[in-house]
């Protein structure tokens, strides 16, 4: 018999075991920490001096301290110490200072596909006794800018037809004089020299667009690299989804 459960990792308290409750205590905390899974944030690469008991994080690219190593692992506070837990594809999380659900590929957490808590929303407009589909969604993100360019990590997905990209100021944004919306080799695809303005937007309409692999929406930086400020952007697209029968 294994050691542990297959899917959490849970321990089993194995017969004649001494000192059963600190097994059954270590399941508990780990239920607790990873059942109905939500976090604080995902974008420290280092802990947050004055943690809580029961405080989880994603674990930012580049970690330090006791952080190191630990890139794209759920980090919580349990005990007055730090625990991780690898994510397992599949796993969702909600992510409290964006207000967005993400799902983990099993190589990178990603906006979940569908549903208003993942920042997006999707309707079929039509469909078959066969499955098939014709589908409207929008997917939105907001973007902490930094450098030459940042990258969205929800996807135009393959096979989709994108009308637009919008885009909003949401945080003022440092470093530039302007900012282009598009993807890479279209760098404004979506709007050119949009303003760094609080509360600025636009409405990137183009003519329908097929995609044909998972494409990122690209803000670049005009006159500088961002040293601050953030971006809400929203994904207009559909899908004609074939028959699954």
């Not at 037809?161 to 530039?176: D, E, H, L, M, N």
Request: charged residues 15%.
């Amino acid at each position: 018999m294994a050691e542990d459960t297959a899917n959490l990792e849970l321990p089993y308290i194995i017969a004649s075991q001494a000192q059963k409750h600190i097994t059954h205590n270590e399941a508990l905390l780990r239920l607790d920490a990873i059942v109905q899974l939500s976090v604080i944030d995902r974008d420290l690469t280092s802990p947050p001096a004055s943690p809580l008991d029961g405080d989880r994080y994603i674990i930012a690219a580049g970690g330090t301290g006791d952080w190191l190593g630990k890139d794209g692992q759920m980090a919580a506070f349990q005990n007055s110490t730090w625990t991780f837990y690898l994510p397992q594809k599949g796993w969702l999380c909600w992510i409290a200072d964006e207000n967005i659900l993400l799902v983990f590929s099993g190589a990178t957490w990603a906006m979940a596909s569908s549903g208003s808590a993942s920042g997006g929303a999707s309707t079929i407009i039509n469909s078959s006794a066969n499955g098939a589909q014709t589908k409207f969604e929008l997917f939105e993100e907001e973007l902490t800018l930094s450098g030459a360019n940042t990258n969205s990590t929800i996807l135009i997905p393959s096979r989709a037809i994108v009308f637009g990209v919008s885009t909003r100021t949401t945080q003022a944004i440092s470093g530039v004089t302007s900012y282009d919306c598009g993807i890479v080799g279209e760098l404004n695809k979506y709007g050119g020299s949009l303003s760094i303005a609080l509360n600025s937007s636009n409405s990137g309409v183009t003519g329908p667009t097929a995609f044909y692999s998972d494409t990122p929406i690209r803000i670049s930086a005009n006159g500088g690299n961002f040293t601050g400020g953030k971006v809400r952007l929203a994904i207009h697209y559909m899908l004609c989804n074939s028959p699954t029968t």
